[in-house]
C-alpha cells in the first residue's frame, strides 16, 4: 500500500510538467489546427538551454527558465514566419510536413554540436519524507512551478487583451479578423507561447532526469498522448491528461513490468481518438 | 478511358473525339510506359556494371520506390496522411522473419505471409482509424505505430527487444550469402514492378476515380455514390500489402531484425517526403522522388562539408518543397507544361 501510494504521489509530481509540455502542442492546435511536429527538438533545446546556462555560466536551474522561456516565444515566433504563415491554410499534409522540417533542422544543428550523448544537470535540493515516501525536492518544486505557469496562462487568456485574442481567433478567425484583431500577429504569438511552453518543460524536465539532444521525442509522444486525452485545443484539459498520464506511469509498473507502460498508454491513445476524440474532457468540437 | 464504351457519346462529332481519343488512350500507355521503363533501367543497370556496391545503392533506392509508390495510393490519391506507414513494413517483416527463422518457412512463403499480415492489419485498423481526418487521422497512424512497437518489444515469441536473427545456415538454401543478396534484388525488382502497375491501374480505374474524389471532398464524394468507408478502407489494404512483403525481404536480406528499425518513425516520415518531392497523387511522382532523395541522401551522407549536418540540410530542403513546391517535381511540370500532362501520369 505505501509503495503504492509513492508510485502514485511520484506520478502526479510528474503528471504536471508532462501536463506543461503537452500544453504547448494543445495550445497550438487549438488556435491554428496545426499538429506541430517541432515539438520534441524544443522541448529538447529547453532541457539544453538549462544545462548550458548551469553548466557554464553557473547559473541556477530555475533562473536559468526565465531566459529558457524567452528564447522558446522568440524561437516560436520565428518558426511561425519561416515555417507556418505561408502554409497555414493548406492541407493538413503541408503544416505537419512544414513542422516536421524544422524538427529535422533542429535535431540534425543540435546533434552535430552536442553530439547524441547523455548530458544532465547536476542540481539537488536534498529530498523531503512523507508518510512513507520520499521525494526528491526538485520533483516538488518543477510541479509547483508548473502549476504556477498553468494558472498564468489561465490568466493570461481570460484576463488579457491579447490573451482575449488569441481565444477569438482560435473560436473563429475570420471572425476576428472582422473584429479588428491583427490575425497573423496573434497567430505568431500563440505559436511562440506553445513553444515557449515546451522550452519550460524541457528545462524543468532536465532538473529531474539525465537527457540528450533527441530526448524531446519521448516527451513529444507523450504530449498527442495528452493532449489527446484532454482533448486538443484544450490547454487547462492538457494538465489533467498530463495527471493521468503521471498516475498510469506510477501504478502500470507495480503490477505489471514496466515496460509494458506504454503498449497501455499507446493503445488508450488510439481507443480515445476513436472513441471519443474530443478528449475526456470535451473540448470544442473539430 | 475506353473508345468503346466513348463512342456512341461521341458519335456527333466522329473525326475530333476519335482522334482525341486515340491520342488519350496512347497517353495513358506513355503514362505507364515511363516509369515502367525506369524500373527496367534501375534493375539492368547493376546488372551490365556488374558491381555489388552499385546493385546495393540501387537496392535502397528501388525499395523507396516500392515503398513510397504504396505510400502514394492512400497519401496521393485518398488523401489521407499516414504517418505510420511503416508499421505494415515493420508488421510484414516481423511475421516473414519469425516464419523463417522460428518455424523454418521459405522465404517465397513468408513473403506473402507478412503482406498478408500487413494487409489484414490494415483491413481491421481501416474500419476503425479511417473515420477520423485530417490530423486526428494522422495522429492515430502514430499512435498505432508506436503501440505496436511497443507491443513487439514486450513479445517473447518475437524475441522481445533483442529481436531475431536468421541463421546463416538458412541462405545455404539460396545458393550461398552471395547468390542470396542478388536474388533478393531481383525480387525486389519484380515487386517494384508490380506495386507501379498496382498503382497505375489503380489510378485509371473507376475505384480510382472515387479515390481521387475522396481527396477532393468526401462529403461531395459520398453524395455522388462513392461508398467511401469501403474505398478508403481497400485503398488503405492495398497501401500495406506491398510494405508487408518489401518488410520480410528486407530483414531477410538483412539477417536480423530490432523493434527499433523495424517501427522507425522517421522511415515513414521519409517516404512521404519521397511521395512529395516527386509529386504526390501521380505514377511517376513517388518514383522520382525516390531516386531524387535517396540520391541526394547518399551525396550528403558521404559529403565532408555536409556530413555532420545531413539532417539539417535534407530538413531546410524539404522545407523549401512544402512552401514554394508542393505539388512535387511532377505536379509542377504538369503545371507548367500541359503538353506534358500526358505522359507524366
Request: without cysteine.
Amino acid at each position: 500500500m505505501d509503495f503504492l501510494f509513492t508510485s502514485i504521489l511520484d506520478g502526479l509530481m510528474l503528471g504536471f510538467v508532462y501536463g506543461l509540455a503537452a500544453m504547448g502542442l494543445t495550445l497550438i492546435w487549438g488556435v491554428m489546427n496545426v499538429i506541430n511536429l517541432s515539438h520534441g527538438p524544443i522541448i529538447s533545446l529547453g532541457m539544453f538551454g538549462v544545462y548550458l546556462l548551469f553548466t557554464f555560466l553557473g547559473l541556477n536551474p530555475y533562473l536559468a527558465l526565465i531566459f529558457v522561456a524567452i528564447f522558446g516565444l522568440l524561437l516560436g515566433i520565428v518558426i511561425y514566419f519561416v515555417a507556418v504563415n505561408r502554409v497555414i491554410d493548406a492541407p493538413h499534409l503541408s503544416t505537419l510536413l512544414a513542422t516536421f522540417a524544422v524538427a529535422m533542422i533542429i535535431t540534425g544543428l543540435g546533434t552535430a554540436v552536442f553530439t547524441a550523448s547523455p548530458r544532465n544537470v547536476d542540481y539537488s535540493l536534498g529530498s523531503v519524507t512523507l508518510g512513507s515516501a520520499t521525494i526528491p525536492v526538485t520533483r516538488i518544486v518543477a510541479a509547483v512551478l508548473s502549476i504556477l505557469i498553468t494558472a498564468g496562462l489561465y490568466l493570461y487568456l481570460q484576463r488579457t487583451r491579447s490573451g482575449r485574442y488569441i481565444r477569438a481567433v482560435a473560436n473563429n478567425r475570420s471572425a476576428a479578423e472582422l473584429m479588428g484583431v491583427p490575425s497573423v500577429r496573434i497567430l505568431a504569438l500563440s505559436f511562440g507561447i506553445g513553444t515557449m511552453l515546451a522550452a519550460l518543460a524541457g528545462g524543468l524536465i532536465s532538473t529531474l532526469f539525465p537527457f540528450t539532444i533527441l530526448a524531446g521525442g519521448t516527451y513529444e509522444l507523450k504530449s498527442f498522448v495528452i493532449g489527446v486525452l484532454g482533448g486538443l485545443g484544450n490547454p487547462i484539459g492538457a494538465l489533467f491528461g498530463g495527471l493521468i498520464l503521471g498516475v498510469l506511469e506510477g501504478i502500470i509498473p507495480t503490477f505489471m513490468p514496466a515496460t509494458w507502460v506504454p503498449v497501455l498508454e499507446f493503445v488508450l491513445f488510439v481507443l480515445i481518438l476513436l472513441v471519443r476524440p474530443q478528449g475526456l474532457f470535451g473540448a470544442k468540437k473539430s | 478511358m475506353n473508345s468503346p464504351q466513348n463512342s456512341p457519346v461521341v458519335g456527333a462529332a466522329p473525326k475530333v473525339s476519335w482522334r482525341e481519343a486515340l491520342s488519350q488512350n496512347a497517353g495513358a500507355y506513355v503514362g505507364l510506359i515511363l516509369p515502367l521503363l525506369i524500373i527496367a533501367l534501375l534493375t539492368i543497370w547493376p546488372t551490365v556494371t556488374g558491381k555489388d556496391i552499385t546493385r546495393e545503392s540501387i537496392f535502397t533506392i528501388m525499395l523507396s520506390i516500392a515503398l513510397a509508390s504504396s505510400l502514394n495510393i492512400l497519401l496521393g490519391y485518398t488523401g489521407y496522411v499516414s504517418f505510420g506507414h511503416v508499421v505494415f513494413f515493420g508488421l510484414g517483416g516481423y511475421v516473414g522473419f519469425y516464419l523463417m527463422a522460428v518455424q523454418g518457412w521459405s522465404l517465397w512463403l513468408a513473403m506473402p505471409m507478412g503482406g498478408l499480415a500487413s494487409g489484414l492489419l490494415a483491413f481491421l485498423l481501416g474500419k476503425a482509424i479511417l473515420r477520423l481526418r485530417g490530423g486526428y487521422f494522422a495522429l492515430a497512424t502514430i499512435g498505432v505505430n508506436e503501440a505496436m512497437r511497443a507491443f513487439i518489444n514486450n513479445f517473447e515469441p518475437f524475441g522481445g527487444p533483442v529481436g531475431m536473427t536468421l541463421n546463416f545456415q538458412v541462405y545455404r538454401d539460396y545458393g550461398g550469402a552471395a547468390q542470396a543478396l542478388r536474388m533478393t534484388f531481383y525480387i525486389l525488382a519484380a515487386l517494384t514492378f508490380a506495386v507501379i502497375l498496382v498503382s497505375y491501374l489503380v489510378r485509371t480505374s473507376k475505384f480510382g476515380l472515387g479515390l481521387l474524389a475522396i481527396r477532393e471532398d468526401e462529403d461531395a464524394a459520398e453524395v455522388m455514390g462513392v461508398v467511401a468507408p469501403s474505398a478508403k478502407t481497400w485503398a488503405y489494404v492495398l497501401s500495406a500489402i506491398f510494405p508487408g512483403i518489401l518488410g520480410v525481404l528486407f530483414f531477410f536480406k538483412n539477417g536480423s531484425i530490432e523493434p527499433v528499425p523495424a517501427f522507425r518513425l522517421n522511415f515513414s516520415i521519409e517516404m512521404i517526403v519521397m511521395v512529395m518531392l516527386g509529386g504526390q497523387g501521380t505514377v511517376l511522382g513517388p518514383i522520382l522522388g525516390s531516386i531524387g532523395y535517396q540520391s541526394l541522401r547518399g551525396y550528403l551522407l558521404t559529403s565532408p562539408l555536409f556530413k555532420n549536418i545531413q539532417l539539417a540540410v535534407a530538413g531546410a530542403l524539404l522545407l523549401v518543397i512544402v512552401l514554394f513546391v508542393p505539388a512535387g517535381v511532377v505536379g509542377w511540370l504538369r503545371k507548367r507544361f500541359p503538353v506534358l500532362r500526358r505522359v507524366l501520369q
